[in-house]
């Protein structure tokens, strides 16, 4: 477990039923945005998506801070180092117990595979199907699955992949994807057709003709 901070509930940063903030120390590596937190206290576990980041020093403002750098000076060190810690803030994704309740305290860690397939109910999948694999934090990845009733159906049949184009990741997703079917069920896909809006014009007018 890689602790990270505590959570921090103020005035001007209040935990809710949907976020929650804490602090870390103005050195503590192994965090960013996009990692699973947990935040631990006697009475329940909280598990959080982090989604901002903020730096504070006690520097009250700008012209404070301007003054103590030699008066504009930007390779003067002021004659005192100021005090300073990072806030970040984590949106929840799951509560144990499950009830809808602001956190009010704990210790802060960064999510092991485990806690992370827990927060994302990984775990309760009575069918699951490989779908990739994931980070969180410098040393944690973690096995993606999802459910094959909602992939190959009955319930959905379907799988939607959204990214930024050109980088061959939405690719890659899906040759993953269909080489775990082919791997871990009897299904046999016939095709796979990659089909973008201008292409998909040029089919249509073939099939017409």
């Given amino acids: ?11 001007d940063l209040p935990s809710s039923t949907g ?4 602090w870390l120390p103005s050195a503590q590596p192994g965090v960013e945005l996009g990692n699973i937190v947990v935040a ?3 009475e329940q576990t909280t598990y959080g998506l982090v989604t901002e980041m903020k730096f504070y020093t006690d520097a009250e403002s700008a012209f404070s801070d301007f003054f103590s750098h030699d008066f504009g000076d930007p390779k003067a060190e002021p004659p005192t180092r100021r005090s300073q810690i990072y806030v970040a803030k984590a949106e929840i994704i799951r509560q144990e117990p499950a009830y809808s309740r602001p956190p009010s305290g704990g210790i802060i860690s960064l999510a092991t595979a485990e806690e992370v397939r827990t ?3 990984m775990d309760d999948i009575e069918d699951p199907l490989l779908f990739g694999l994931a980070s969180n934090g410098p040393n944690v990845l973690v ?5 094959r009733k909602y992939v190959l159906g009955p319930e959905g049949a379907h ?3 959204c990214g930024a184009s050109g ?3 939405k690719t890659s997703a899906a040759m993953f994807l269909v080489n775990s079917i082919l791997a ?3 299904i046999c896909l016939r095709a796979c057709l990659m089909v973008f809006s201008p292409n998909l014009i040029r089919y249509s007018r073939i099939y017409v003709v």
């Fill in 143 to 147: 096995p993606v699955t999802v459910s």
């Fill in 184 to 186: 871990e069920t009897r």
């Fill in 159 to 161: 799988v939607n992949l």
């Fill in 167 to 169: 980088l061959a990741t």
């Fill in 119 to 121: 927060a994302y109910g």
């Fill in 19 to 22: 976020d929650f903030y804490f």
């Fill in 40 to 42: 631990k206290s006697a």
């Fill in 1 to 11: 477990m890689t602790v990270l901070g505590r959570l921090v509930a103020s005035r």
